[in-house]
């Protein structure tokens, strides 16, 4: 009964945290992170207490640590299938640290220590909340854009306005040309903005451009 006990604590605090990345449309969200506390919890508790019966001489010390000690290496497998580099940038890298705290948090769960494992899973939930109301008002926002243009000018409408407003950053810009069947340019940015300021502001300023047809936002 105390290990389902473990168990259970266990995949409740780990879903505890994937319900937040869930909120917050993650790559990892419930499932996952219910998933990687419970079995942490298992292989923890298997391998403590599963093999007591297998070594009977006193010659032999039974390391309960080694199949636990796995779990530490074969969660960045998971944790790595959650980190995309796109364009220059890297993201996921919080929701992999996320379920590596939530695979730990497992293990103390397993290992009987519940009021520590429980602890644990406050301060990540605090960190992730604070951070997020943090950067809602102070921080800045990433925001991907293509849009086509029929000339040049249109182009040069688009960078000339965004430097106008201000408190917008353009990391990256390339710009491609087609020919066919008429002259067209297709233009992607990444801009970089003060949440505070211009959270909804680039899709108002986009719309407001005139000769300038928006394919993509994210």
């Known amino acids: 009964m105390d290990f389902f006990i473990r168990i259970i604590i266990a995949a409740l605090l780990g879903g505890a ?10 790559e990892a969200g419930f499932r996952t992170h ?16 599963g093999f007591e019966g297998v070594l009977v001489s006193d010659n ?3 390391d309960v640590s080694r199949i636990a000690a796995q779990v530490v290496s074969g969660i960045g497998f998971i944790g790595a299938g959650t980190i995309i580099f796109q364009k220059h940038a890297v993201r ?3 929701t992999a640290a996320g379920l590596w705290v939530t695979a730990a948090i497992g293990m103390t769960a397993g290992a009987g220590m ?3 494992a429980t602890t644990t899973t406050l301060l990540v939930l605090l960190c992730l909340e604070a951070q997020s109301l943090f950067l809602r008002h102070f921080g800045h926002r990433n925001i991907d854009v293509s849009f086509a243009a029929d000339s040049r000018e249109d182009v040069d409408n688009v960078l000339h306005h965004l430097h106008e407003l201000g408190g917008i950053i353009v990391d ?12 067209r340019y297709t233009v992607t940015m990444q801009l970089r903005l003060e949440r505070r300021k211009y959270r909804n502001r680039i899709l108002e300023f986009i719309d407001e451009l005139k000769g300038v047809d928006v394919l993509r936002i994210e």
């Open 172 to 183: 990256s810009f390339t710009m491609e040309t087609a020919t066919m069947p008429q002259q």
């Open 60 to 62: 032999h010390r039974l």
């Open 34 to 49: 219910f998933l990687v506390a419970l079995g942490a919890a298992l292989f923890m508790i298997l391998s403590a207490h």
């Open 92 to 94: 996921g890298l919080t």
């Open 17 to 26: 945290i994937g319900l937040e990345r869930e909120y917050r449309a993650k």
């Open 114 to 116: 519940h009021l520590l």
